[in-house]
């Protein structure tokens, strides 16, 4: 468990004071992948390098295993830096030693026996796919095969914490994918608690448990990824969860939607679990005696739950829309109108 007490992290530029984080409380459960996403700036680097101290709070406290890191002595600190691995955006990798090297490394700082070493490289290389390629060197490697080798090497000293820092953030979309899949394994297979930041929502749509919202050094929103994409409140995170979720609408619909003198009304709808799927909507056209014009719609997956979302056009009279729309809602149909589609 990660957990982040009130922590401020200012920096000092000539004469200016930077305030990087402002009060950030958070907390990791074990076993969770756990989504920090933020603009440029909004303090996530600073954020992450206080898990393993690379930098140190301000003030407030980061608890690992509860245990609060700033009170270690050097030896505590080094073995708390065992137990947390960490990949990064451009790899970070020795490229005058070879693939086998660069995964050995921790090994050979910690005093490993050699015959140790080469069982366990073997087996990290085994575990991300690049075991023929031990005698290579980084620069012979693609972008995706560097970042697997970062994968290994964080995982030479058996962390129970992993700390991707951008980790896919320089791969192009179908590497990404597979870089994702694989710390998805990691996860799972070895219970290893993830904490990652991005600036891009389709990696936490991708393998997030839950998510919390960074701007401007503070926690504007936080939530299970379900919960945060489904209903997000905050504009920055309405602006997040649109770049993904695919539902923009062609200009002449959204000059038809924000037309003031439009005599229809446009609802979105949100089907969530065992409400995809229904006929709802044609149901209810015929018991309510309206035409609905579906503008848009899509469903997808969100956590391993289906997630749909509708933009209806509803005609017909006002007592009758209202019955409708009382008939459609329920714990998994959430019904809003949409007054501003841009906004
Ligand atoms: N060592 C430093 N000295 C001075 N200012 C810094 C330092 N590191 C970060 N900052 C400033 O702190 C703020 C937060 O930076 P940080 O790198 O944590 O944000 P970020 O969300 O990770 O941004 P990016 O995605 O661009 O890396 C920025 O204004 C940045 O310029």
Redo the contacts with the bound molecule.
Sequence with gaps: MIQFEKVA?T???GKQE????NGIDLTVETGEIYGVI????????????TVNLL?RPTSGRVLIHGKDISTLSSKEIRETRKDIGMIFQHFNLLNSKTVYHNVAMPLILANTPKNKIKEQVKDLLDFVGLADQAEKYPDQLSGGQKQRIGIARALATNPSVLLCD?ATSALDPQTTQSILELLRRINREYNITILL?T?EMGVIREICDKVAV?EA?KVIEQGSVFEVFTNPKQPTTQRFVRSVMNDDLPESLLNQIQDPNRSHTIYRVQFTGPSVGQPLMSRVSREFNLDLNVLFGNITELQGAPYGNLIVEFSGKPAEIEQALKAIRSDTVKVEEVKNYAS
């Design positions: 992290k920096y000092q530029s930077i305030h990087a984080l933020g603009f440029s700036g909004a303090g996530k680097s600073s954020l992450i390098r930098e951008e930041i600036h960074l050094g």
